[in-house]
């Protein structure tokens, strides 16, 4: 379990550029067990979630976000690593779950969750 600051998040947050989403890539389908972060912040905090990038292959938000909870500010590359950061916007639990999918199909190869409780 990893505890994520407020001052990493934000300095994170500043040093990425924005990468527009496609809407037109298929859902993600079953995922593979994924490795499992659980964050404890506040309303109006970013939280910022790195994955590794490799070559031919795409991270991408595989369920549905509580957005009444968490939503997505912004994502980048930095270096080899794919930032998605999003802000806290209300009080309660979120999951976001993020899946490695070769280009944009639905079959994911990694999987990262992000449980977040937010104060």
Same mark, same amino acid.
Request: no cysteine; charged share 20%; aromatic share 6%.
């Given at each position: 379990?990893?505890?994520c600051s407020a =001052?990493?998040?934000?300095s994170m947050?500043? =040093?990425i550029a924005v990468?527009?989403?496609s809407a037109?890539a298929?859902?993600?389908?079953p995922?593979?067990t994924p490795?499992?972060?659980?964050?404890k912040?506040r309303?109006?905090?970013l939280i =910022? $979630?790195?994955?590794?990038?490799?070559?031919?292959?795409?991270?991408?938000?595989?369920?549905n976000?509580k957005?009444?909870?968490?939503?997505?500010?912004?994502?980048?590359?930095?270096?080899?690593?794919?930032?998605?950061?999003?802000e806290?916007?209300?009080?309660?639990? =979120?999951? $976001? $779950?993020?899946?490695?999918?070769?280009?944009?199909t639905?079959?994911?190869?990694r999987? $990262?969750?992000?449980?977040?409780?937010?104060?």
């Open positions: 379990m990893r505890w =001052a990493l998040v934000v947050a500043v =040093a990468v527009p989403a037109s298929p859902p993600v389908g995922l593979p490795k499992v972060t659980t964050v912040t309303k109006g905090s =910022a $979630i790195a994955a590794p990038k490799r070559a031919g292959y795409d991270w991408r938000i595989a369920r976000v957005a009444s909870v968490v939503r997505q500010s912004t994502e980048g590359d930095v270096g080899k690593t794919v930032v998605l950061v999003f806290a916007v209300g009080k309660g639990d =979120a999951a $976001i $779950i993020l899946a490695e999918t070769k280009g944009e639905a079959k994911a190869y999987a $990262i969750k992000y449980v977040v409780h937010v104060t």
